[in-house]
């Protein structure tokens, strides 16, 4: 499973469509607001990973639900290490660390 970003999303829907914001750039545009807001940055990121760890649970089918939890384990460690969050000595996941 390839891990993707919403960075650099387009804000038109892919089919065309001129009905308005693609919803998945109208959930970046929202969590870079709470991020810049006085949202408490604790409550942002669990809220984030649950709405993660949901989706997963929900729309990923049963066969692929552990692909995906590695490689989204895999993504926030590469997210961390980016920038400079990531501490191997911490890690809860030794196989999960960035190459």
């Not at 829907?13 to 750039?25: I, K, S």
């Not at 604790?42 to 066969?63: F, K």
Request: proline share 7%; with cysteine.
């Amino acid at each position: 499973i390839e891990a993707r970003t919403a960075v650099g999303l387009e804000h038109q829907r892919p089919d065309g469509a001129d009905d308005g914001p693609e919803p998945l750039a109208l959930l970046c545009a929202a969590v870079r607001a709470f991020a810049n807001g006085e949202t408490q940055p604790e409550a942002l990121i669990g809220a984030l990973l649950e709405g993660a760890a949901y989706t997963a649970h929900r729309a990923i089918p049963a066969n692929r639900q552990s692909e995906m939890a590695s490689a989204m384990l895999r993504l926030l460690a590469e997210r961390l290490d980016r920038y400079g969050l990531f501490d191997p000595d911490q890690a809860l996941f030794a196989n999960q660390l960035p190459q």
